[in-house]
């Protein structure tokens, strides 16, 4: 079992900049690849970003490309997604996820291939 703690939304101006904390606990951090979702309202969620055990790759939605770093610290148990030049379409929800099962595969671009999810922080692009 994994516990995940999502930190860092707020109300941001287009253009502005946020950074997204993920706070792990339970079973090893280290042995999942890492997901950021979003979901705006009336709409499916959304994968944002992807990264894999021990950093080896990293994957990204269209939409955030360019923009959106995603990064791990192994040793704090922490994940981060730093989104930078930010639209007001990226307004939503983002959820954190951790999955168990990828094997020695790269990031899987689904929400169902993730087995542990936070609770979400609101993220809100507005002027």
């Known amino acids: 079992q994994v516990q995940l703690v999502e930190s860092g939304g707020g109300l941001v101006q287009p253009g502005g900049s946020l950074r997204l904390s993920c706070a792990t606990s339970?079973?090893?951090?280290?042995?999942?690849?890492m997901g950021w979702f979003r979901q705006a309202p009336g709409k499916e969620r959304e994968f944002v970003a992807g990264?894999?055990?021990?950093?080896?790759?990293?994957s990204y939605g269209d939409a955030v490309r360019g923009r959106f770093t995603i990064s791990r610290d192994d040793a704090e148990a922490v994940l981060y997604l730093q989104m930078n030049s930010l639209k007001p379409e990226d307004t939503a929800v983002y959820y954190c996820?951790?999955?168990?099962?990828?094997?020695?595969?790269?990031?899987?671009?689904?929400?169902?291939?993730?087995?542990?999810w936070g609770q979400g922080t609101q993220v809100t692009v507005s002027s």
């Open positions: 990264i894999t055990r021990s950093s080896i790759s990293m």
């Open positions: 339970g079973r090893p951090f280290s042995n999942y690849h």
């Open positions: 996820a951790a999955d168990r099962l990828a094997g020695s595969g790269g990031v899987r671009r689904y929400a169902s291939a993730y087995d542990y």
